[in-house]
């Protein structure tokens, strides 16, 4: 639960917000991360001292459900000669390390990111006769921020969220976001590292779509040339109708060139899906060759987690030369040397560290594969054809029901373990299916890929 009251209203954890100049000895009393976000956003904001905030009751760190200690709420008063109108701007408190103390984040030096390296912000068109800025969009924030905290992944510019169902609750066709640097927030530096805003933009169905197939970044560059859809600060606006290909029906020949020239930077999603080994039949339940709905495979080694983590992370990586980088034999606790243990990739589950018998660890050369996947997921499928391994890239389903995972793998691709000769190969739970494709054939389920070996997919609806 949260409650909104002035910034500078007593609490039970947060005096009084300080300005830059505050007196030494309060300075002092107040937490040292939350003062130097405070102090950009006094820079910015010099006139709204003590904004309303919406403030976690039970604080994380005392085991409440909210990991954001506050969401301050600013009145932008925009910029009507730019085209930038009038809203509300949405700062949060927690993702960064706010305490230095290891109460919610552990402490790994001033030169790196603090916390998660990040705060979110929002920007929310005001509505005429407007006196309050709505809360809904801190409850958003305190979803998104769960699963930062849950999952131990981080947002970057360019990032979606597929959010399905409209930010406000109600009835508005803006129901999933986009990420991007917040226009006018600087990076501060803070005696715990470093912290970026990151600024939720609201989407369309259509421009997510566009965003998954093309790229996040070229979306958010097209959002900034409509006015009415977030214009050059891509602020939301809830009430809007139309997708900027309504309202501007040449920026889809945009997109539609930019896929065909530059593919997509999206080289991997968590979803629903499953593959069988048709080779012959598993001998027994445990098999790994069988993973299916409803069963609990086999988990991924640490190695393998790490290498599918590098695919997604260089899959992003567009003017390089896509590349399935080694496996890395020097690892502590199933992270690299130069990560933090307490940060888990988008591909690291909590037992990916277990010890594994070597002969799940060794490939295996497969002559039938069955793919399976969910109907959200099966239709990235054509993304996954056109905007990646078309450009000599590759593209990875990773289960969200089990530690396992499906890379496809253009010919252009090094270091895969799937080869021309065994064009489907499996590590443990992990397979690659190496091309070249024909999109026909591998739409059709059952459908054979002659002279290759026999790959077929099908769909399940969704639970």
């Known amino acids: 639960m949260a409650e909104l009251r002035p910034s500078g209203a007593p609490g039970p954890t947060a005096p009084p917000a300080p300005g830059p100049a505050a007196p030494p000895a309060f300075a002092s009393l107040f937490p040292p991360g939350l003062h130097a976000i405070y102090g950009e956003c006094r ?28 969401v301050s709420m600013y009145r932008n008063v925009g910029s009507p000669s730019a085209n ?29 990111p603090s916390g998660f390296g990040f705060e979110l912000t929002f920007r929310l068109k005001r509505e005429t006769g407007e006196s309050a800025p709505p809360t809904w969009p801190a409850e958003l924030m305190q979803g998104l921020a769960r699963y930062v905290f849950q999952s ?12 399905h ?24 530096q803070t005696p715990f590292g470093v912290v970026t805003f990151l600024q939720i933009v609201g989407v369309c169905t259509e421009e997510l779509h566009s965003a998954q197939q093309w790229n996040g970044q070229g979306i958010l560059e097209l959002l900034r040339t409509v006015p009415v859809a977030g214009g050059p600060w891509l602020i939301t606006d809830m009430r809007r109708g139309e997708t900027i290909f309504e309202i501007d029906p040449h920026l889809q020949d945009r997109v539609d060139k930019g896929i065909e020239t530059d593919g997509s930077n999206l080289s991997g999603v968590s979803a629903k899906c499953a593959w069988d080994d048709l080779s012959r039949p598993p001998e027994d339940d445990e098999d790994s060759r069988s993973i299916c709905i409803g069963t609990q495979p086999r988990r991924l ?39 933090t243990p307490s940060r888990k990739d988008s591909l690291e589950s909590e037992s990916s560290t277990a010890m594994i018998p070597h002969e799940l660890i060794r490939t295996r050369q497969l002559e039938s594969v069955h793919l399976k996947f969910n109907q959200e ?32 793998v253009s010919t252009g691709v090094e270091g895969a373990f799937a080869t021309e000769e065994h064009p489907y190969a499996a590590h443990g739970p992990w397979l690659q299916v190496r091309g070249p494709f024909s999109p026909p054939s591998l739409l059709s389920a059952g459908s054979p890929l002659p002279p290759r070996p026999s790959l077929r997919s099908s769909w399940w609806c969704p639970c």
């Open 377 to 408: 997921s099966g239709a990235l499928i054509p993304l996954c054809l056109r905007g990646r391994l078309l450009h000599g890239r590759h593209f990875t389903y990773k289960s969200i029901t089990g530690d396992m995972a499906i890379t496809f």
């Open 84 to 112: 930038i109108p009038e809203h509300w701007h949405y700062i949060s408190f927690g993702l960064s390390d706010l305490y230095g103390d290891s109460r919610v984040h552990e402490f790994t030096g001033t030169d790196g």
């Open 301 to 339: 080694s640490g190695k393998d987690t790490e290498q599918i983590r590098e695919t997604l992370r260089r899959g992003l990586e567009i003017n390089s030369k896509p590349v399935l980088p080694p496996i890395n034999p020097q690892r502590q606790n199933g992270l690299t040397h130069d990560r």
């Open 165 to 188: 169902s409209p930010l406000d609750n109600s009835e508005s066709r803006i129901q999933h976001m986009l990420l991007t640097e917040d226009p006018q927030l600087q990076p501060v």
């Open 43 to 70: 820079r910015l904001y010099p006139d709204q001292p003590n904004p309303l905030q919406v403030t976690a009751i039970v604080k994380y760190w005392l085991g409440g459900p909210d990991p954001l200690d506050y």
């Open 152 to 163: 131990e992944n981080t947002f970057c510019s360019g990032d979606h969220v597929s959010w």
